[in-house]
């Protein structure tokens, strides 16, 4: 199993501002992803993380709003740009494993 | 396309009880891997049992085991002699194929265990 260290574990933002979060692994992984999870939701992937190309967003997602890095195999980060109060969701990051994904603490987002 | 489907949005039990929570899916694809979380009110997504889609065997890890049942396409998870902290909501996800790892997921089980 992986170990995976996400931070900011939860943040109060001002709408029109951004936050970033960050997801770091014990070990060095190909993929990563990034979910959301809304109020009372299930989760719902934003995008795959490969190092060394561009994120693969699923649909309804775009990059401007969701802007992803991923500098090397075992960091990778994840913007919520231009935050709106529909934005206010749990934020979780994963690494996919052949038997089970495995998930940060996840970052609880409230934009006020 | 594949698809998750949790039927029970809330479940009530009695502590020390067994408890079956439903989980059915639907995917073109021959292989495929099931999987059931637990988050508690932390938000936190804890990985519980895993079940391939090849597996003969139904998957167990300690008092979490998984009731396969291919052809009726559905992948229970049942919980024996339930416990307080086993209160949580409940995930069930696959994943479509192997070398995708990413999860679709259902829209999962809030389950209460009553002392």
């Known amino acids: 199993s992986a170990v995976i260290s996400q931070k900011p574990s939860r943040d109060i933002c001002q709408r029109g501002t951004s936050l970033t979060i960050q997801c770091q692994v014990d070990?060095?992984?190909?993929?990563m992803f990034w979910y959301r999870q809304q109020p009372g939701q299930s989760l719902t992937l934003i995008a795959t993380a490969n190092q060394g190309s561009e994120a693969t967003y699923e649909s309804g997602f775009v990059i401007d709003k969701f802007p992803i890095s991923r500098p090397n195999l075992t960091f990778s980060t994840l913007t919520v740009s231009n935050m709106s109060p529909e934005d206010s969701s749990i934020y979780l990051c994963?690494?996919?494993?052949?038997?089970?994904?495995?998930f940060g603490q996840g970052t609880r987002l409230t934009v006020v | 396309a594949q698809k998750i489907t949790q039927t029970q949005p809330g479940m009530f039990v009695q502590e020390k009880e067994a408890v079956t929570l439903d989980c059915t899916y639907d995917t073109s694809d021959q292989s495929y891997g099931l999987f059931w979380y637990k988050q508690p009110s932390s938000g936190e997504m804890i990985f519980l049992i895993y079940?391939?889609?090849?597996?003969?065997q139904n998957a167990t890890e300690g008092r979490y085991s998984l009731n396969f049942q291919k052809a009726r396409k559905s992948a229970n998870l049942v919980i024996s002699a339930s416990q307080l902290g086993d209160s949580a909501m409940y995930f069930c996800a696959m994943t479509s194929n192997f070398g995708n790892e990413k999860l679709t997921f259902g829209t999962g089980t809030r389950l209460t265990i009553i002392p």
């Open positions: 070990s060095q992984v190909t993929m």
């Open positions: 079940q391939g889609s090849y597996d003969e």
């Open positions: 994963s690494v996919g494993a052949f038997m089970g994904a495995f």
